[in-house]
Every structure is written in C-alpha cells, then in structure tokens.
C-alpha cells in the first residue's frame, strides 16, 4: 500500500465574514455552500467525479460529476448508503472505463480511506 501524500497548508480561511454577494459565510450542513470549502473543491476537480454526499448544493466542474444523496427527494444520479458506493457503483465504473473514478474504486476496494468531493 502507498503512502498517502498530504501538503502542508499555504492558507488559512477563516469562519465568518461575507460572500462576495453580501450574504454572511458560515459552515453549515451544506458543506459546498460554504464559499471557501466549494471553491477550494472546484479548483481541485478533473475528470469524472463522485460527490458521494451531494446534499442540495451543486458544484461546477468541466467534466461529468455523478451525485449520490441517500435522500431520494434529492436531486442526485444514485441515491446509495454511502458505505455501498464502492461495492455498487465502482463495478459499473470500471464497466463504462471512467477515468478519474478508477482511481477511487482502486483505492476503495484495498480499503483505502479516499475523500469524496
């Protein structure tokens, strides 16, 4: 197993303010309506990715971002558990020959801990 790589912070964000828009910042349940989280996320998206707990918030990316929320309400592609992403929606991954999702079902399936978006 590889080691993980971790980078040391070059900035820190702090909680509170104002958005650019006026409203006030502040974590919440919705992570990616949290301005700094969401813009630090999209910066660092390529290919096809999995926003394993999309919530009501929508990020923006280039590329295919398939949403799993396990409120079938939600708006979302899947609505799984997300302790059975790895074991239901990797084997149709590696069928359909993702790309960047290869690399998170690897990881998954040697119980590797990877961070959804």
Not at 23 to 36: G, I, K, N, V
Not at 75 to 100: F, K, M, P, Q, W
């Amino acid at each position: 197993m590889s080691e993980m790589h971790r980078e040391q912070p070059d900035e820190i964000i702090s909680n509170g303010g104002r958005n650019a828009d006026g409203s006030a910042r502040m974590l919440s349940r919705w992570t990616f309506d949290y301005e700094p989280a969401r813009s630090i996320v999209e910066e660092h998206m390529h290919g096809r990715v999995l926003n394993a707990c999309a919530g009501k918030t929508k990020l923006q990316h280039d590329d295919e971002i398939v949403r799993n929320d396990l409120n079938p309400d939600r708006d979302a592609d899947v609505h799984l558990d997300v302790a059975e992403i790895a074991g239901t929606l990797c084997g149709h991954c590696s069928d359909a020959g993702c790309n960047h999702f290869d690399d998170h079902c690897k990881a998954a399936e040697r119980e590797v801990t990877w961070t959804d978006v």
